[in-house]
């Protein structure tokens, strides 16, 4: 999982990333921190074929409490938090004879090791925690294993996935060091480190000693060094210059250049810039705009394959036919998406493209007797509804009790009958 660097630029493994990212950039710690917790905080179904499991069903207690440190919210956002740092999140489960499984933890990405044959052929996980190495051996045929593994796509390695952070790390060194920087500029009243020079008097007295250079230093260091001693007047015994060594933030353009790091970070890890209020972040027109596209852009994405995956081993480990989903009813940044496909449910019912089932449906309703007719926008009748030898009058007559209108019927019974209006 080590992988090379340039001089300068933090080493690419997951210690780095962690370190550098979650643990000192601002910007990347609250895109993974805001989108592990969104993840964490869909509600979930839990379904063992066409039943949905419930409290005291064993399954859901195993979803629901993995292991007996972790609720499922806290389990699901340290698993996603572990996929975007390093692209790898690993569960180990334990099982009693019966194949049951007892409970879930997760293992630190950098402690496991892939072991493969000479083919790369995956054969066992080794976990190194602390000195203490335990070995996970993978079924040939099933490729079962005690371990779930799962990653991010990765176009150079078999074994491992590919880390967000990876595609970001510079954006984030970059950032930090411009954090850094500023520091360094407040710490010496905001100005650029410089030198002071001794002119030529040409007077012909000796220069000054070493010994006395250093002591000019370090009292000018002592007394007029860091933002504490900021607009104090230095009083020097010789004629000196002070010579600028430093660009100025005009010269650097900071803060352009830290904002163009901190959109590319939020670029990477799929978080709008702009609800992190950076500038040019994006063109959402409200906050609402910006939450939905996270749920729908990464968020739900990442949360329907963390559920497929683990739903997919529980079902090879044990043999059943469980199914994990997200009920995103329940999430309030998609109403905006529910309302939109509800609005064209109701426009395509009374355009009579769909049956009046089909626009419950998208409404999470209850299906309800005669409501898979297709009706035609004059009269809400069926299509394929035939007059016979029905007269207007019986026709009028049958639309009120169906419930019409008087006024309701009369209209519909001149639009079928081709009657011009009174009016």
Known sequence: MEGTYKKGWSKRSYRSYAHEAYEKNVVAYSCIS??????????????????????????????????PTQSYKTFMRQAVMYR?????????????????IMSMELLRPDRVRILTTGHNVPTAYQYNDNGQVNTYLIDPISLLSDI????????????YGLSPISAAIMS??????????????????????????????????????????????????????????????????????????????????????????????????????????????????????????????????????MYSEIAHYIRQQQNVDIEIVPDLDKVSALIPRREAARRNARDDLLAGVITTNEARAEGNYEPM????EILVPAGKLPINFDLGDMTPPKYHDWLLREGFTKEQATEFTRIAYAQPSKE
Not at 39 to 54: S, Y
Not at 148 to 159: M, V
């Open 34 to 67: 805001s989108i592990s917790k969104a993840v964490a905080g869909i509600p979930i179904l839990i379904k063992l074929g066409d039943k949905e499991l419930g409290p005291g069903d064993a399954l859901y207690e195993l979803i629901q409490r993995p292991n």
């Open 84 to 100: 975007l740092i390093s692209g790898n999140t690993y569960i180990h489960h334990t099982r009693v004879y019966t194949r049951r």
């Open 148 to 159: 779930l593994h799962i990653k991010e796509s990765h176009p150079l390695d078999d074994l």
């Open 172 to 305: 984030i060194d970059q950032h930090n060091a411009s954090a850094e920087w500023n520091k360094v500029l407040l710490e010496n009243s905001a100005r650029p480190p410089g030198v002071f020079t001794i002119k030529d008097r040409n007077d012909g007295a000796p220069p000054p000693t070493q010994s006395t250079l250093d002591d000019i230093r370090d009292r000018v260091n002592e007394k007029y060094a860091g933002y504490k001693n900021a607009g104090k007047i230095p009083v020097i015994g010789f004629d000196m210059e002070w010579k600028n060594m430093g660009m100025s933030p005009t010269d650097m353009d900071w803060l352009n250049g830290k904002n163009s790091s901190a959109r590319d970070i939020c670029l990477a890890l799929g978080y709008p810039a702009f609800l992190l209020g950076l500038p040019e972040g994006a063109t959402y027109n409200n906050i609402t705009e910006a939450k939905l596209s996270l749920y729908e852009d990464t968020v739900v994405p990442l949360a329907e394959s």
């Open 369 to 372: 007797d005669g409501g898979d």
